[in-house]
């Protein structure tokens, strides 16, 4: 196991580092030898469901905490919903937070999103992505920021876990997951992608030198830098 991306990559000759950042992606038919994947609106479109739960936890505190505390969660897509609730509790509210007051925010915030999730749509594109993934035989990867058990869980209920070799959540950061993942299983990057829909996606990506799709709503409103692909489907199988 390695502790960064670069772990992985520093470890080759420069010349093919060089090389591997400045591959062409795999289009059309061409095989993936692993894929990545974000789930919360990537696999399923359950973004609003946990932007729904952030407000109601905070409602007792105001409408002016609701909106910063949704603005931000926007905002920092793929990041532990605890590293979130330290930030709300010390840079907002301005208060400590406990551990024990941070299980039990943890645990209210699952109850309020657990059945909505179960219940929600895929995003336009991921079902066929995956099925396409299992018939072709390419190993695809859960790399994610909600807890990982609780992750599992849902994959499991939503029997998705056939589509996927190893689901990851929090509290390990994704650019560490996913060097891991490349570093076991014999993965060279650029013959990767990780699909995403947020900046933490796009950072994991771009630390381990592995192509990214960025799935958004709006193709013309991207929060991501100029030049990243992105589409408002999971298309992995496209013509360049």
């Known amino acids: ?73 926007l905002a920092h897509g793929g990041v532990s919903r605890f590293e979130k609730f330290k930030y709300f509790f010390n840079i907002i509210l301005q208060q400590e937070l406990s551990e024990v007051a941070a299980q039990y925010l943890g645990e209210r915030f699952n109850s309020l999103v657990f059945e909505g999730i179960l219940a929600a749509p895929f995003v336009p594109g991921a079902l066929e992505s995956l099925e396409a993934l299992r018939d072709r035989g390419i190993p695809a990867f859960v790399v994610s920021g909600t807890p990982e058990d609780e992750l599992r869980e849902i994959v499991k209920q939503r029997e998705l876990d056939g589509f996927f070799r190893e689901v990851h959540g929090s509290p390990r950061l994704k650019d560490v997951i996913v060097g891991d993942v490349l570093l076991r299983y014999g993965l060279r990057p650029y013959e990767c992608i990780l699909v995403g829909d947020a900046m933490t996606d796009y950072v994991a990506a771009k630390a381990c030198s592995v192509p990214f799709l960025g799935i958004v709503k709006d193709a013309h409103s991207s929060p991501f830098p100029t030049g990243t692909r992105v589409s408002e489907v999971v298309d992995l199988f496209y013509d360049a």
Do not use: W
């Open 1 to 73: 196991m390695v502790d960064k991306c670069v772990g992985v990559l520093e470890v080759l000759p420069l010349e093919l580092r060089v090389c591997i950042h400045n591959m062409p992606r795999l289009t059309g038919v061409e095989m993936y030898t692993g894929v990545f994947f974000d789930f919360d609106g990537v696999i399923l479109d359950s973004v609003d469901i946990k932007t729904q739960a952030f407000a109601a936890l905070f409602e007792p505190y105001g409408q002016e905490v609701q909106r910063l505390v949704v603005e931000y969660h």
